[in-house]
């Protein structure tokens, strides 16, 4: 997990293709440093203020996952007495895990933007379980949920991981 101050240039809808973008390079370096393709990032009144990648293999940690770690920080780091964590967004490469999904709903986080939809990702990654958690972050009273975007540009990421050829 890498703490980070950098200001954007763009507010709007245009904020999401940019973070999902840099989520996904995230996810192409957690697959280059030997782990599986997931990446992630947060952002708060215009500044990207932490990014990670995923971690299981390296760490050897099946918990080791980009929005567990970023919804545990948020949660450590943000004030949520005044609000703070709720002006923040998650940008991840895909859908978050059911795992994942409580984290977040626990950190107070407003919003998730995510490239690859769950259900996508499983069809992809050998062994993935294909639950969707969009619906449960939906139902927590707050979160907003926002993808797919830049779907086709996510699901490069995982053939290019996984090997499959493009359909």
Do not use: Q
């Amino acid at each position: 997990m890498r703490p980070c101050a950098v200001p954007l240039s763009v507010t709007d809808s245009d904020d999401h293709e940019e973070h999902v973008r840099r989520a996904l390079e995230l996810a192409r370096e957690a697959a280059a440093n030997g782990n599986t393709p997931f990446g992630s990032l947060l952002e708060r009144g215009d500044e990207v203020i932490a990014e990670s990648e995923n971690t299981t293999r390296t760490d050897n940690d099946v918990t080791a996952h980009p929005e567990l770690k970023l919804a545990r920080w948020a949660a450590r780091e943000l004030d949520d007495g005044d609000g703070a964590a709720s002006e923040g967004t998650m940008y991840t490469s895909t859908e978050p895990c059911p795992m994942c999904a409580g984290a977040i709903a626990l950190s107070g986080l407003g919003r998730v933007v995510y490239s690859t939809d769950g259900e996508t990702a499983a069809e992809l990654a050998p062994g993935d379980d294909p639950a969707l958690t969009s619906d449960l972050l939906e139902r927590t009273d707050g979160i907003e949920i926002v993808g797919p975007v830049l779907e086709a540009e996510g699901k490069a990421v995982h053939h290019e991981t996984w090997g499959e050829e493009e359909s």
